[in-house]
């Protein structure tokens, strides 16, 4: 578990990782689509969120399932995701 780590300009891949107490520096944050990461007291500046593989493609999937007339089912993911932060 990366903990009071400063990533400055890197790339760092997040899957099923657990940072606590980390600053990310215009830094590329990629996720692939495995066991979500974890931050705690962690902060972010000028970071680039990148999604990889399966996160790709279920991001791709909802853009097609918006555009074949799931549009409310999608808002809805977006509604639950920022009201209650996804959790």
Known sequence: MPSD????HETV???GETFADCEFQESRLVYAGGPPPSF???RFNACEWKF??????TLE????VWSVG????V?????EI????GR
């Open 5 to 8: 780590t400063v990533y400055n």
């Open 13 to 15: 891949l997040l899957d």
């Open 40 to 42: 705690t007291d962690c």
């Open 52 to 57: 990889d593989d399966a996160a790709a493609r």
């Open 61 to 64: 999937h909802l853009k097609l």
């Open 70 to 73: 799931g549009k409310s089912t």
């Open 75 to 79: 808002q809805a993911l977006i509604k």
């Open 82 to 85: 920022t009201v209650s932060g």
